[in-house]
């Protein structure tokens, strides 16, 4: 599975997910080629680590005119997830970031959210603590960026023209 398609499986299953928890913020990509800006409120999500598990394993296949393999590794994709959300301090029920990305965890790690995964080859992992650095915004104002990092795992294919052995001639083999 290549990078993209991961992304937007994950994307579009938690979009799916959050109306049902009554929120409606944007799951957006980070740090886009295009350099588009944060908006104010919004989940981000972007890469942070690929490793693999295991040892590729190999199938092969003849169809009489070429012989192929097919070579295939679990990846694990490590994500970052934060969320972005402007204090309104008239708004004693708001959600701030920190509640936001508590719902996000929950959910990456729900039946639902599995279910769907799966269903696409995909494996979720257990998901980090909630970790809620500091900053200064771009307002000179202190701010929060919550977040957490979850594995994702999926198969990486290979596969390549393989000869054929057409006779095997005797001879001595020594070890």
Sequence with gaps: MKQKQLEATVRGALLALLPEQGISLPVLAAFQPTKQGRVDDGIYFFPVGRGTRGWQSRRYRDDGAALTATESQINE???????FVEDD?????????SDVLSVVRGLLQS????QAMTAAGIGVQRATDIV???FVNDRDNFDFNPNFT????HHRNITQATAHIEQVAPGIHRI
């Design 150 to 153: 979850v594995i994702f795992t």
């Design 77 to 83: 994709s490590m994500y970052q997830f934060q969320a």
């Design 89 to 97: 301090l008239a708004a004693p029920e708001q959600l701030l970031a």
């Design 111 to 114: 039946m639902k959210f599995t």
């Design 132 to 134: 809620t650095p500091s």
